[in-house]
């Protein structure tokens, strides 16, 4: 059992972290904008369930062994870095410019659960999400106590904090319905939404 001051301890270390602008924050932005609120849901759970992988590949020792070898990690890091370029440039092609009429370039709804594998991939390719478990929960455990159950309670405050971080991002999107409803806005966002996937994929294989 985790102590309650070690629990609010770690959130506040997390916070700075979690409040800097990412992968799933961008996921979000671009799927509630092209899809309505109900897109927020799949891209939540999909950076939640990412976490739970880190955490439990924490508890096996896997995480250990990547970050203790440079091939290892160099691969997991590269690998991330492509796919968040691959995703970019995904999304930059399928920007519709907004001189068409809106009925002849509707595109078919995506299915939630290419969001939602989209979101989780863009956390567990994110090694630096696996660093976290590495370097900043151990200094939250107790040695003599149950090292897995500890690990999970903290993996568990930090995906309420996420929840609650893309819920609230969610509601003030939504709020800018009028704005994110244009056409024109729509394609702009997306090709904004691009051009960060790539900043982040080049950021990753550059660090």
Do not use: C, E
């Amino acid at each position: 059992m985790v102590h309650p001051y070690a629990v609010a301890g770690f959130l506040v270390a997390i916070l700075p972290l979690i409040a800097t602008p990412g992968a799933s924050l961008t996921l979000l932005i671009q799927h509630v904008t092209d899809g309505g609120r109900r897109r927020a849901l799949p891209v939540i759970l999909g950076t939640v369930t990412g976490l739970y992988v880190h955490a439990t590949l924490a508890i096996a020792g896997l995480s250990a062994l990547v970050m203790h070898s440079s091939v290892a990690f160099s691969v997991v890091k590269f690998v991330g870095a492509a796919y968040l370029v691959g995703l970019g440039i995904w999304t930059w092609r399928s920007a519709a410019p907004s001189t068409v009429p809106a009925p002849n370039r509707q595109r078919p709804p995506r299915r939630s659960d290419s969001v939602y594998v989209q979101a989780l991939l863009a956390n567990v390719l994110n090694p630096k999400a696996a660093a976290i478990y590495l370097t900043l929960v151990p200094q939250f455990i107790a040695p003599r106590q149950s090292f897995g159950g500890q690990i999970l309670t903290l993996a568990t405050a930090q995906a309420l904090l996420i929840v609650l971080w893309l819920a609230a991002w969610t509601v003030l999107i939504r709020r800018a319905a009028h704005v994110l409803r244009n056409s024109r806005f729509k394609y702009r966002a997306a090709r904004t939404t691009s051009v960060v996937l790539l900043a982040l994929g080049i950021r990753s294989a550059a660090t």
